[in-house]
Nanobody
């Protein structure tokens, strides 16, 4: 059973930064890819950033040039800079395994204007 535990969320003012972490119960390189998704109230869950085991990263247009994704050993990070109120959401970690995907429980990020 794969476990993913997110941390690092909180309340920050617009323009500020946060770094989210996702600790996996095994090496992140054992997965095809790791990703960060977010879900704002009343909206669908959307992909924010994703990185493959080979190191290829992709980002949602809305966060390009502001967010970065990286990983080491059992942990994947999402560095979020120049945060905007519209980045407010619950952020979820996702691991893409060979037989299915796994989700963390999420961490709340709130950006005040």
């Amino acid at each position: 059973q794969v476990q993913l535990v997110e941390a690092g969320g909180g309340l920050v003012q617009a323009g500020g930064s946060l770094r989210l972490s996702c600790a996996a119960s095994r090496s992140i390189f054992s997965f095809n890819a790791m990703g960060w998704y977010r879900q704002a109230p009343g909206k669908q869950r959307e992909l924010v950033a994703r990185i493959t085991s080979g190191g290829t990263a992709t980002f949602a247009d809305s966060v390009k040039d502001r967010f970065t994704i990286s990983g080491v050993k059992n942990t994947v990070y999402l560095q979020m800079n120049s945060l905007k109120p519209e980045d407010t959401a619950v952020y979820y970690c996702n691991a893409e395994g060979a037989t299915g995907g796994y989700w963390g429980r999420g961490t709340q990020v709130t950006v005040s204007s």
